[in-house]
Nanobody
C-alpha cells in the first residue's frame, strides 16, 4: 500500500506564496496520477489541481493562473506552488494519489492534510 506525506502548509498574508509537497512511499507499482484537494470548514472537499504521470494538468477555475502543480515521477512527489494567495484559499489541503497495481486495478490514497491559512 501507499503512504502520502504532505508538508509546506502554514500561515501567509494575502498576496503571498506557499509551496506544498507530497511524497508517496510504500509498495508502489505505478502512480498514475497525483493531485491536491482542499476542504474549508462547512464546505465539501474540492479538487484544486491534478496531474497525470504524463504531465497533463487540470486546475479548478478558482486557482487557475495562480497555482501550479508539478511532479517528480522518480521521487513519486507532487508539488503545488501557490501564488497570489487569497483568504478564500484558506483550507486543509489534501494530497491524493491513484495507484495502478500489476493487474491494472486502480487504488486511491489520501494524505493527512496540511493547513493553509491566508490572512487578510
Amino acid at each position: 500500500q501507499v503512504q502520502l506525506v504532505e508538508s509546506g502548509g502554514g500561515l501567509v498574508q494575502a498576496g503571498g506564496s506557499l509551496r506544498l509537497s507530497c511524497a508517496a512511499s510504500g509498495s508502489i507499482f505505478s502512480i498514475s496520477g497525483m493531485g491536491w484537494y482542499r476542504q474549508a470548514p462547512g464546505n465539501q472537499r474540492e479538487l484544486v489541481a491534478f496531474i497525470t504521470s504524463g504531465g497533463r494538468k487540470n486546475y479548478a477555475d478558482s486557482v487557475k493562473g495562480r497555482f501550479t502543480i508539478s511532479r517528480d515521477n522518480a521521487k513519486n512527489t507532487v508539488y503545488l506552488q501557490m501564488n497570489s494567495l487569497k483568504p478564500e484559499d484558506t483550507a486543509v489541503y489534501y494530497c491524493n494519489a491513484d495507484e495502478l497495481d500489476y493487474t491494472g486495478r486502480e487504488y486511491e490514497y489520501w494524505g493527512q492534510g496540511t493547513q493553509v491559512t491566508v490572512s487578510s
